[in-house]
Every structure is written in structure tokens, then in C-alpha cells.
């Protein structure tokens, strides 16, 4: 495969696609945790406790916050009202528990901040001096201020968070629709961008698209898992692709 020069992507790519929790900043483990506390408290000892080595993985990692609480209600056999977007956090309905969540994660954010991984700082480094165009694809609607607390929200030409993809009417991933979006924005084809994911859901999502390359980022031990939902390649740190070429 040729590849270009130090950025360890095939010679047809002309943009990078990031995902944001768990490639570039440290709050994956935010977002686990305050899903676990959500979760547990609402089913608060009916069933099984939430899991983080598969329920997390398997049913929200990577999704959007409203279909996150639908999946894993949903494989549970538990039915709840939709609600409005604006219950209350203690509402027992699928927006109340995705508010929930919500507000937990942001009072650890605010509490413990945000840092990027010191990889992902090196790597985006190489990609900015290249000149490659990059995109950060997220489900996260507080997408732009941890990429601003992480300090790195400069290295990106365009965002696509869970506050455009509701204005744009964009499907989450595992759909494609998301990256799409963020490689139109770049002035790309599919084929001509690199999607770079940690969530089964989110290289399902690349698979999908039938974009160029679909690089799994490994920081949480699944890596047979990206390559299983259509990884081409997993790396455990983005500075492994650097040493690639």
C-alpha cells in the first residue's frame, strides 16, 4: 500500500476524520463512568449492572447520547417513554436518563478537565504540518469546548458534533451520515478521506461510508472487535502510524 510520507495513510487520502472521545481527548473513560452511574442508579439492583467492558462497548460507545439510552434499554427488554428533550435529569424517560448522563459528564469535565493524549498531539502535529485537511466527527454535543479545555480545537478545519448533526437531520453512527458530513465539508470524496475511530460504532460507521481507510484506535483492548466491524487497520497509539511509513 502506498502511503503518504510519515502520515501512514494509502497515497488516495486527501482528508483525516477524527473522532473525538477516546482518539484525541481522555474522556472516554468520562463518558463510560457517568453511563455506568446512569444507568445502575436507574436500574438500581433489577438485573444485571451496566458493564463496561461490553454493554458500554457493544450498546452507547460512540453513539449519540438519545440512542445510547435506546439501545441498551432496548437490549434489556425495558420499555420507557421517549419524553421531551427538556426532563428533568431525574425524569424516568429515555430523554430524562440521557439527560442524566449528560449532566454527570459534564460535572466530571468541569471537575477533572480534559487532556489530550499525548499521541494523538504528536500525530496531529505531523497531519497539520503535511497541510492534510482535518475534521473532528463526533456525537458529542459538547464536542467544541473539550476540543477548546484539551487545546487542540486549533488544529481542526470544521467540526461535526451531536448539535449539527440534530441541526442537519444527520442518523448517528453507526450510520455513515456523520462522516459524510465531514468529508463534503472538507471538499472530499469518501473514498479520498481517512475515518479515525475507537467505537465499534464509529468503524461501522467508516465501513459504511465506504470511506478510504478505517484506522481502529485500540486504547481499550478490543482490537479483533474494530477489525470484526470493519477496522482495516488498528493501531493502540495514533503516533504508531508515523513509524508506519
Known amino acids: 500500500m502506498t502511503e503518504h510520507t510519515d502520515l501512514g495513510v494509502p497515497a488516495t487520502i486527501r482528508a483525516l476524520l477524527f473522532d473525538l472521545d477516546g482518539v484525541l481527548t481522555k474522556t472516554a473513560t468520562l463518558h463510560a463512568k457517568a453511563w455506568k452511574t446512569t444507568f445502575d442508579g436507574f436500574l438500581d439492583g433489577r438485573g444485571a449492572p451496566f458493564t463496561l467492558d461490553t454493554d458500554y462497548a457493544e450498546y452507547v460507545d460512540g453513539k449519540p447520547r ?47 478537565g480534559v487532556q489530550a493524549y499525548e499521541d494523538a498531539v504528536e500525530y496531529l502535529r505531523a497531519v497539520d504540518g503535511a497541510g492534510m485537511p482535518r475534521a473532528v466527527v463526533s456525537s458529542s454535543a459538547n464536542c467544541h469546548d473539550v476540543l477548546v479545555s484539551a487545546g487542540i480545537d486549533g488544529f481542526f478545519q470544521t467540526e461535526i458534533d451531536g448539535r449539527a448533526a440534530a441541526e442537519l437531520g444527520l442518523a448517528g453512527k453507526p450510520a455513515p451520515d456523520t462522516f459524510l458530513a465531514g468529508a463534503e465539508a472538507l471538499g472530499v470524496e469518501p473514498a479520498q478521506a481517512a475515518v479515525l475511530e475507537d467505537a465499534l460504532a464509529g468503524v461501522a460507521a467508516g465501513r459504511a461510508g465506504n470511506f478510504g481507510v478505517v484506522v481502529g484506535v485500540d486504547r481499550a483492548n478490543h482490537g479483533d472487535a474494530l477489525l470484526a466491524h470493519g477496522a482495516d487497520l488498528v493501531v493502540a497509539e495514533l503516533t504508531e502510524l508515523l513509524n508506519k511509513a
Open 66 to 112: 438519545i440512542d445510547g439510552v435506546r439501545s441498551f434499554l432496548g437490549a434489556r427488554g425495558i420499555a420507557l417513554p421517549e419524553g421531551d428533550p427538556d426532563d428533568s435529569p431525574t425524569a424516568r424517560t429515555v430523554h430524562g436518563l440521557a439527560n442524566r448522563k449528560n449532566q454527570l459528564v459534564l460535572g466530571m469535565i468541569r471537575d477533572e
